[in-house]
């Protein structure tokens, strides 16, 4: 017997499945999530008090720095490698000889009053640095005293050097002052000027507030730049809370003050680390600790001359155990002078992991013998002793004690002399020292000339003394090339003779942790050239959400 569907069915059939379409389309079209959206305060106390938020005075305090990366733009920026990439120019070429450089301007920038920004801008502000009289720091006034410039047209500027200077485009990330409100201003007049606290720039943020009690600054709030040629900024106001140490503002932040802390402390780690609302964030910072060794002083301090004691005294100090006993893994074992993750390190660069045994056979090859009961190494009747140098700083004070009983093991005698940082910079630039613990920060172009080369030993900043001709070629030829892959190359080089002569201690890079409220999204931050790019992604934090369909979510 035949089976037959009526037509009936068929149709419900048809029906159910016509819903069931619907539906489906219905849900995927019209289920609603939270998504950013424009609005909302966030609240961070920082250490330290703003005086200039100008960006030509800004150098020498980190409030500054901070307040001046969000309100003014440079004409270059750095990205989280250390490379420079375009903001106010949005494009430049520099010519065969490397003389010249000639930027191409965004047509689209507005300072905050609503005037547009030019070339004219641009020029005024490097006159002001070009000034005898500029009162920042010397080394950025002596280099734009050097360079010719000129208007080409409204967005288009000239740069001419007197012979090539590979890390100039590191010197144009300094921020732009706006000539319309400043014209006739003179270099001397800038630390008077009413404008460092009631500034006009063209960064994201502009300041909206600055609250004093009895002449202090007590918080800036700073509202977002709707006119900002860089699209994606969400977060309506930032607000800064000012304490006399980062330990204050984060006791500010357990009270509710704050939501977010500049730096968190190592002291207040544990209990940072304890906070459920409060999200640290990370980051190596281009600075690096080690020990100078003074080879200037052949005489006094024979045994720094030769290169198995120097690698003996490397190979026998445990950095990883002083990063995570002493640093509470807050910082990177350094293995070059070149900021590792940076466009110019070489992470295939010889290492020296931790191997007493090695150091102490390295030492006995050299002929420093180590007595039958133990002690001091010594050869021809000289022991193997100096002083290490280091400031009063307690976490100095603990790092030269364990490097010094680390030594000890091996038969070297470091006897730590404890001294207030000023003193510390003195012996450097003396060059009175014997060995000495240092923390150095450094510019955002890698070039190691200063520290390094010999020219810099007498007066410079070569404070270990070191005397090494092929490592002066290659650094002084690295900053007169301006290809980039040829300066790889030259620093590649440089990086391999440095590790095998050891002419200093690399010890570490520290890390950066912020600590910021977990009511705000989007927060990344990457390796920092200076603490105030932590806020290099701020156009993609946001606090504010809305309810909007899924499909249209990512169109806030």
């Known amino acids: 017997m035949r089976r037959t569907v009526r037509w009936q069915a068929l149709l419900i059939g048809l029906g159910m499945a016509l819903v069931a379409i619907l539906l489906t389309y219905l849900a995927l079209t019209y289920t609603t999530v939270q998504a950013p ?3 909302g305060t966030y609240v961070e106390g920082i250490a330290g008090v703003p005086h200039y938020i100008n960006p030509l005075l800004s150098g020498y305090n980190e409030v ?13 920026r750095f990205n989280e490698r250390g490379e420079v990439v375009p903001d106010l120019a949005e494009s430049w070429e520099i010519s065969l000889d490397g003389l010249t450089y000639i930027f191409h301007l965004r047509d689209n920038v507005y300072w905050h009053d609503g005037t547009p920004f030019t070339a004219a801008d641009v020029v005024f502000t490097v006159r002001l640095l070009q000034d005898p009289d500029y009162p920042g720091p010397p080394d950025i006034g002596a280099l734009w005293r050097t360079v010719k410039i000129a208007e080409v047209d409204d967005y288009t500027v000239q740069m001419t050097l007197p012979e090539p200077f590979a890390p100039f485009l590191d010197y144009t990330t300094t921020g732009i002052l706006p000539a319309h409100l400043l014209e006739g201003v003179s270099s001397a007049d800038l630390p008077t000027l009413e404008f460092n606290l009631s500034p006009v720039g063209t960064g994201p943020f502009f300041v909206a507030e600055v609250e004093t009690a009895e002449g202090q600054v007590q918080s800036v709030l700073l509202e977002r730049n709707h006119r900002y040629f860089r699209p994606g900024t969400l977060v309506d106001h930032l607000r800064f809370r000012f304490y006399p140490s980062y330990s204050a503002a984060f006791r500010a932040y357990q009270q509710g003050d704050v939501e977010g802390v500049g730096r968190v402390q190592l002291e207040d780690l544990p209990e940072a680390r304890q906070e459920e609302d409060l999200n640290l964030y990370s980051a190596q910072l281009a600075q690096y600790s080690l020990i100078y060794l003074n080879l200037a002083e ?47 390190y070489d992470p295939q660069i010889r290492r020296y992991e931790y191997d007493p045994e090695r150091a102490r056979a390295l030492l006995d090859e050299a ?25 009063t700083d307690p976490l100095h004070e ?46 955002g172009d890698p070039d190691p000339y200063p520290l390094w080369h010999q020219t810099e030993i007498t007066r410079g900043q070569n404070y270990a ?12 030829t690295a900053r007169i090339v301006v290809d980039r892959q040829q300066r790889i190359d ?28 977990t ?27 809305k309810r909007v369909i899924i499909s249209q979510a990512g169109n806030p």
């Open 398 to 443: 603990a790092i030269a004690g364990e490097i010094a009983r680390q030594w000890g093991e091996l038969g070297v005698e470091a006897t730590v002399v404890i001294t207030a940082p000023v003193g510390v910079r003195d012996a450097l630039e003396r060059r009175s020292y014997q060995a000495a613990l240092v923390d150095l920060a450094l510019p």
């Open 298 to 344: 052949a005489d006094d301090l024979p045994f720094f001359q030769e290169v198995e004691v120097r690698q003996a005294l490397l190979y026998g100090l445990d950095r990883q155990a002083i990063v995570q006993d002493l640093l509470d893994g807050q910082a990177i074992v350094a293995h070059s002078p070149i900021v590792a993750g940076t466009w110019a």
């Open 465 to 476: 003394g070191l005397d090494h001709r092929r490592i002066s070629e290659i650094i002084e």
């Open 519 to 545: 009511k705000v999204k989007g927060v990344q931050i990457g390796p920092l050239m200076y603490p105030s790019d932590r806020f290099a992604t701020v156009n993609r934090w946001y606090v504010a959400t």
């Open 37 to 39: 959206t424009a609005g």
């Open 64 to 76: 500054d720095r901070d307040l001046c990366a969000l309100v003014f733009s440079g004409l270059t």
């Open 490 to 517: 030259l620093y590649r080089d440089f990086q391999q003779v440095f590790a095998d002569e050891v002419p200093a201690i690399m010890l570490y890079h520290p890390i950066y942790t912020y600590g910021v409220s």
């Open 367 to 391: 002929g420093w013998v180590l007595p039958p009961g133990g002690g001091t190494r010594s050869k021809n009747g000289r022991p193997l002793s100096f002083e290490l140098l280091a400031s």
